[in-house]
């Protein structure tokens, strides 16, 4: 069992920037891929960045390469996603997510354990 805790969500202007962190309660937090994945009012949850077991593999999302960096600490039990350049179309609930085993999914039904969410907005 894996409990997750996010934090760092907030308001922000467009261009600016947050981190956004996920604790990882337990002790085999270097067991379980991660991912971050988000959710705008009226739209489905998408992946947004995700990362490997070990943080030698990672995915972005189209609409966020080149803006946002995701990495874990896994002597912390924490991962990280640092948005960097938001806009307001970033603006959504985001999840912090654990998905038993090494490799990370893409589909949001592939994760096993899910936070409560931090809401990020970008004011334009």
């Known amino acids: 069992q894996v409990q997750l805790v996010e934090s760092g969500g907030g308001l922000v202007q467009a261009g600016g920037s947050l981190r956004l962190s996920c604790a990882a309660s337990?002790?085999?937090?270097?067991?379980?891929?991660m991912g971050w994945f988000r959710q705008a009012p009226g739209k489905e949850r998408e992946l947004v960045a995700a990362?490997?077991?070990?943080?030698?593999?990672?995915y972005y999302a189209d609409s966020v390469k080149g803006r946002f960096t995701i990495s874990r600490d896994n002597a912390k039990n924490t991962v990280y996603l640092q948005m960097n350049s938001l806009k307001p179309e970033d603006t959504a609930v985001y999840y912090c997510?654990?998905?038993?085993?090494?490799?990370?999914?893409?589909?949001?039904?592939?994760?096993?354990?899910w936070g409560q969410g931090t809401q990020v907005t970008v004011s334009s």
């Open positions: 997510a654990a998905r038993t085993g090494l490799r990370f999914g893409v589909r949001s039904d592939e994760y096993d354990y």
């Open positions: 337990g002790r085999t937090f270097s067991s379980y891929a």
């Open positions: 990362i490997s077991w070990s943080g030698g593999t990672t």
